[in-house]
């Protein structure tokens, strides 16, 4: 939400994010393409993608056990 809304200057400091961080996206959101995410991923040094296929930008049930799922692979790496 940060990048989104608070402009280009965070953009650049994607590399100091130094937790693990599980990025989580719909391939089909129409209010952050799913491009970004490979942009995140490649950009925090670390990080996870759970991709959900056919998604928006809002998460639904149907997704839920893919969320779990990778959440606990997440925390448990």
């Known amino acids: 939400a940060a990048l989104q809304g608070?402009?280009?200057e965070y953009w650049n400091r994607l590399n100091?994010?130094?937790?693990?961080?599980?990025?989580?996206?719909?391939?089909?959101?129409k209010i952050w393409h799913y491009k970004n995410a490979g942009f995140l991923l490649?950009?925090?040094?670390?990080?996870?993608?759970?991709?959900l296929e056919g998604t928006g930008h809002e998460l639904h049930v149907d997704d839920w056990?893919?969320?779990i799922d990778g959440i606990e692979k997440h925390i448990n790496d």
């Open 16 to 29: 100091e994010i130094k937790q693990p961080t599980l990025i989580i996206h719909g391939t089909d959101d």
């Open 65 to 67: 056990k893919s969320i």
């Open 42 to 51: 490649e950009k925090i040094k670390g990080s996870n993608l759970i991709t």
């Open 6 to 8: 608070g402009g280009e």
